[in-house]
């Protein structure tokens, strides 16, 4: 019998797994026969660990600066958003490219948390591509509510 008290972790493996699934489709996919060279499709690998009191999601977010980044969490799903544009120069005349495919990369992902966590008590920080998030589980002894007494 499972120990899982959430109902909907099946349809969540089965959203992820689909979205892998579509994600490594997109990466066989030949966007040069329909001179798309500009849409750069990249995927951004997570992984979510439980460390018992928090948990650590890490995410491969190369080639992007910490102010591309964007971080939001939300009813309990961390979502995480980085988009660049291309380097230019100011001169037109600088720039003849044989092939160009960075001229705008976007990435995105959403991750639902298995429990809830303290708003207030999150972190993120970004080093050479890796952005590391600590999420601290919310403590159920800090509930707030009012007692009710037992007749």
Known sequence: MS???????NL??????????IE????MWDFDQFDQSQAAVTTMGVDLADHGETFVLTADVPGFEKDDIDVRLSENTIHITATREAETTDDPEDEFYIKSERARQSLSRS?????PVDEDAVEARYR???LTITLPKHDPETREGQQIDIE
């Open 12 to 21: 969540e493996k089965q959203f992820e797994r689909m979205q892998r699934q």
């Open 111 to 115: 991750i639902r948390l298995p429990d």
């Open 128 to 130: 050479n591509g890796v």
């Open 3 to 9: 120990t899982d008290s959430n109902p909907f972790r």
């Open 24 to 27: 490594e489709a997109l990466e």
